[in-house]
């Protein structure tokens, strides 16, 4: 049983930063990323990592959010700077051990692993 645990979430005012984390229980994923999702609407890709730690991110958090994860790669974090209001959402961890096409990566259709959530708001 492959569990995702997220935290870091929280309340920030436009400008500020949070870092998320996401505890896994397994080994050797071939990818992580993280989602976003506000209600009533689509998840959304934000940021995914591969097995060679190659990173892509949504064009939205390009140049403002980095992913990145720990060497035994069952931890992942999503470093997020100078937050905007449009930014709030609650955040998801998502992982798979299957290879994909790289163009994917950001689609939530293709893991099968997902977390609790974790809320961010970000306040103008």
């Known amino acids: 049983q492959v569990t995702l645990v997220e935290s870091g979430g929280g309340s920030v005012q436009a400008g500020g930063s949070l870092r998320l984390s996401c505890a896994g229980s397994g080994y050797n994923y071939n990818r992580m990323a993280w989602f976003r999702q506000a209600p009533e609407k689509e998840r959304e890709g934000v940021a995914a990592?591969?097995?060679?730690?190659?990173?892509t991110y949504a064009d939205s958090v390009k140049g403002r959010f980095t992913i990145s994860k720990d060497n035994a790669g069952n931890t992942l974090y999503l470093q997020m700077n100078n937050l905007k209001p449009e930014d709030t959402d609650v955040y998801y961890c998502a992982a798979d051990f299957r290879a994909v096409q790289w163009n994917l990566l950001l689609n939530s259709h293709t893991y099968l692993y997902w977390g609790q959530g974790t809320q961010v708001t970000v306040s103008s």
């Open positions: 990592i591969g097995s060679d730690g190659a990173t």
